[in-house]
């Protein structure tokens, strides 16, 4: 049952080039969307979020887009670091009380110097 | 910055034993939360505690798993009879008002069940 789907298990880019993480869900459910960043051996550390009525967020270098009647979110990050190298997760949840988060499966970012 | 503590970062045990993994959420925290990730997979919702009880559960956590807040502080995860399939990383997370925004996680324990 894959509520949340990244399609793309690894993304290569350039430094300083746009990094682009896509997202799909299918519970339509769904209402609050986030990004997670993972190193190996540490825990996830929360990114960005958005709630679904926005369509953009904006923090800094990240920015997240969602598309509801496609039920499909991206993040954005540019200019790209060789620090941003890591796993990218994708989380959603239906409310934000205590509410579980469904993960996708994550990204492999690598960005070359 | 606060943190979410979790103890051992390693447990290896033979199947069949009891495990309690340890977790110190953010002081101010109201909502806890435990996670799991197996090797190559995703990582999956196991349990939120509210309030001293569980608000929600998911079909994962069957009755071979409990938490408790024993004190102020502590989080724990008990599994009483651990099965190959229980190696994971179990990742505790804790969060103020419930939104998903401010999880803190914590940076895991791997459980290593021989």
């Known amino acids: 049952d894959q509520q949340v789907k990244q399609n793309s298990p690894s993304l290569s880019v350039q430094e300083g080039r746009i990094s682009i993480l896509n997202c799909d869900y299918t519970?339509?459910?769904?209402?609050?969307f986030l990004w997670y960043k993972k190193y190996p051996a540490e825990g996830p550390t929360f990114l960005i979020s958005i709630s679904s009525i926005k369509d953009k967020n904006e923090d800094g270098r990240f920015t997240v887009f969602l598309n509801k009647s496609a039920k499909h979110l991206s993040l954005h990050i540019v200019p790209s670091q060789p620090g941003d190298s890591a796993v990218y997760f994708c989380a959603a949840s239906v409310g934000n009380a205590g509410n579980m988060l469904t993960f996708g499966g994550g990204t492999r970012l690598m960005v070359k110097p | 910055e606060p943190e979410v503590t979790q103890t051992p970062s390693h447990q290896v045990t033979q199947m069949g034993q009891e495990v309690i993994l340890r977790c110190v959420p953010i002081?101010?925290?109201?909502?806890f939360y435990w996670y799991r990730q197996i090797l190559g997979q995703k990582v999956e919702f196991l349990v939120s505690f509210y309030n001293n009880e569980i608000s929600e559960k998911s079909e994962i956590f069957d009755d071979q798993f409990s938490v408790e807040r024993p004190d102020g502080s502590n989080f724990t995860l008990k599994i009483r009879s651990t099965k190959l399939e229980d190696s994971a990383m179990y990742f505790c997370?804790?969060?103020?008002?419930?939104?998903?925004?401010?999880?803190?996680f914590g940076s895991g324990t791997r459980l290593t069940v021989v």
């Open positions: 002081s101010n925290h109201l909502y």
């Open positions: 997370a804790s969060s103020e008002a419930g939104q998903g925004a401010g999880y803190t």
């Open positions: 519970n339509s459910m769904f209402d609050y």
